[in-house]
């Protein structure tokens, strides 16, 4: 008996969300104020976190950019100041250090208060393949993609628990959702630590969500975000094929995207829409098909001429 209860209840529910959703689609969401919230943007020394924290300066939220790159995160400040007359505040922080991601945030919290937006957006890509990539860029890609999320979930989320209050943000990529790439021999295998620790993060943020909000039930929101490639530099060089099916996207675009997401606060963004589509066929094609079909796409010439920026290149060799 209980079970027919429950099964009617979630039938029910279902069609109560997707009326939800429908009607979201005629009379759009309203958006949330986040005038004197405290936004905490990692990697915001350029691309589309510089980008996102112009968007949120300008909707008076206090501004608080991390990055490894000082001079770039000063610039950010700069274009910030100019956009909004909130408050900014500049840390030069190297995310993939746990001890240094830990002091800075207990300054931040001593000198600005609790961060109650966390954008987790800093992160590399080596560009190489499997076997080229020296054990300490591997580490690496780990230790900045997804383990500096970890630490700053765990140095910020307390505060977020304590005023049942808060938003996390995790800048994952659409190569968090499919182990593609440039082509080597017959196996697609291109940037694989980038795709393997964008999964994580991915993985990471979406049960930290489930935990949140079906075992503790807080009112922390979530937001997940995939995008395909961004003209931002990061992946420069980069291709498509059919560009009306999966174009690069532009930096201004993806930036009001994410924003407008967290603003509305959804849980999952993916851009462009198409990456849905191929979510659902990736699971219903045969591994042959699959291959096929990113032959198709020219997922095999994605990363020909990538360039990219190499932040670790400076340092020291495996
Ligand atoms: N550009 C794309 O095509 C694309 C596609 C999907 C997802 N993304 C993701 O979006 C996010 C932003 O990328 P972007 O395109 O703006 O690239 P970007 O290179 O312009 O920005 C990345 C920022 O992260 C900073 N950073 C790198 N390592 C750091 C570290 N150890 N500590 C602190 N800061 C560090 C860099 O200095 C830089 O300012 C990244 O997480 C990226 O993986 C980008």
């Known amino acids: 008996m209980d079970a027919i209860v429950d099964t009617f209840a979630f039938l029910g529910k279902c069609l109560y969300y997707f009326l939800e959703s429908a009607m979201y689609k005629i009379i759009p969401k309203k958006k949330k104020d986040v005038a004197g919230e405290i936004v905490l943007i990692t990697g915001a020394g350029s691309g589309i976190g510089r980008l996102m924290a112009i968007h949120f300066a300008s909707l008076g939220a206090i501004l608080v950019l991390w990055d490894i790159n000082e001079e770039g995160n000063m610039e950010t400040c700069r274009l ?24 800075v945030a207990d300054q931040v919290k ?16 080596t560009g190489k393949e499997f076997l080229d ?41 659409a190569a968090g959702k499919f182990g ?29 969500y489930y935990e949140l909000t079906l075992t503790k039930k807080t009112n922390i929101k979530t937001t997940i975000v995939c995008p395909f490639f961004i003209k931002t530099g990061m992946f420069e060089g980069c291709s498509t094929k ?39 066929i990736k699971e219903m094609l045969t591994p042959k098909m699959c291959l096929a079909f990113g032959k198709y796409l020219g997922m095999d010439i994605f990363m020909t001429n990538f360039k990219g920026k190499n ?8």
Not at 137 to 143: A, I
Not at 253 to 266: F, G, R, W
Not at 311 to 316: A, D, F, N, V
Request: proline fraction near 3%.
């Open 80 to 103: 910030a100041k100019e956009k909004g007359d909130g408050q900014v505040f500049v840390y030069t922080c190297d995310c993939g250090n746990k001890q240094e991601v830990y002091r």
């Open 110 to 125: 001593r000198e600005v208060g609790d961060v109650t937006i966390l954008i987790n957006n800093a992160g590399m890509v």
């Open 133 to 173: 990539t020296p054990d300490y860029m591997v580490e690496k890609s780990f230790l900045v993609n997804v383990l500096s999320h970890v630490w700053t979930y765990k140095a910020f989320l307390p505060a977020m628990l304590k005023a049942n209050h808060g938003h996390l943000v995790c800048i994952s990529s």
């Open 180 to 208: 593609t790439s440039g082509l080597v021999g017959e196996y697609f295998t291109l940037c694989p630590y980038y795709s393997a620790s964008k999964f994580a993060a991915y993985g990471l943020a979406e049960s930290l």
């Open 242 to 280: 059919y560009s009306f099916l999966l174009p690069l996207l532009d930096q201004n675009y993806a930036a009001q995207s994410i924003v407008n997401a967290i603003l509305k606060d959804e849980v999952f963004l993916v851009m462009p829409k198409f990456i849905i589509f191929l979510l659902i």
């Open 311 to 318: 932040l670790e290149s400076k340092r020291r060799s495996n």
